[in-house]
Nanobody
């Protein structure tokens, strides 16, 4: 199983970015795919997750209403559309996958597979 995250960059506050996570070797239908982020000196934070065949989505309070997670089953890719970005959104963003129950989706330890991080920097 491989996950490859990309799409990060430098953006001004109020701007938008779309992150992508290309997944290989994993069956979408049996897995939860999540985005986490980690800022310097802080713990890794689960911010968005899309779960199983129903496409249930879960968001942290810090990004709810601004970020949208979605997936393209044909491309086997999960996206994170980030709008109204704030300087406090600056972090390394990671995608992760695993067979995770809904109550555990925000915990990094619940995920087996991780992509490399992609840096998002939001300037004020």
């Amino acid at each position: 199983v491989q996950l490859q995250a990309y799409g990060g960059g430098l953006v001004q506050a109020g701007g938008s970015l779309r992150l992508s996570c290309a997944v290989s070797g994993l069956t979408f239908g049996n897995s939860a795919i999540a985005w986490f982020r980690q800022a310097p000196g802080k713990e890794r934070e689960g911010i968005a997750c899309i779960v199983s065949d129903n496409d249930d989505t879960v968001y942290s309070d810090s990004v709810k209403g601004r970020f949208t997670i979605s997936r393209d089953n044909a491309k086997i890719t999960v996206y994170l559309q980030m709008n109204s970005l704030k300087p406090e959104d600056t972090a390394v963003y990671y995608c992760a996958a695993g067979r995770v129950i809904l109550s555990m989706v925000r915990f990094p330890r619940a995920y087996v597979y991780w992509g490399q991080g992609t840096q998002v920097t939001v300037s004020s």
